[in-house]
Nanobody, 114 residues
Framework: QVQLVESGGGLVQAGGSLRLSCAASGIIFSSSVMGWYRQAPGKQRELVASITRGGKMDYADSVKGRFIISRDNAKTVALQMNSLKPEDTAVYYC?????????WGQGTQVTVSS
């Protein structure tokens, strides 16, 4: 059974940077895709960025050029967030998808003040 533990997040001023990290435990298959989603109050959860074991990355249009996702090994994924905007404020969730199953972290709050 996969478990995800997130770290990072917090309060930052607009234009600042934050780094989120996620560590997975359990069996991670070669086909797994790890990523970050976010959910702002009153809005649906949305994909921010994802990365495969092979390093293929995908980004939401709203974060392209500002956020960078990286995967150090099969079980660790990070999200470097630069040039943060107030509209980036949300709870950010780490996700692992493999063999048809989604696993979620507990979520970490990111707040960007204007």
């Amino acid at each position: 059974q996969v478990q995800l533990v997130e770290s990072g997040g917090g309060l930052v001023q607009a234009g600042g940077s934050l780094r989120l990290s996620c560590a997975a435990s359990g069996i991670i298959f070669s086909s797994s895709v790890m990523g970050w989603y976010r959910q702002a109050p009153g809005k649906q959860r949305e994909l921010v960025a994802s990365i495969t074991r092979g390093g293929k990355m995908d980004y939401a249009d709203s974060v392209k050029g500002r956020f960078i996702i990286s995967r150090d090994n099969a079980k660790t994924v990070a999200l470097q967030m630069n040039s943060l905007k107030p509209e980036d404020t949300a709870v950010y969730y780490c996700n692992n998808y493999q063999n048809g199953y989604n696993t979620w972290g507990q979520g970490t709050q990111v707040t960007v003040s204007s």
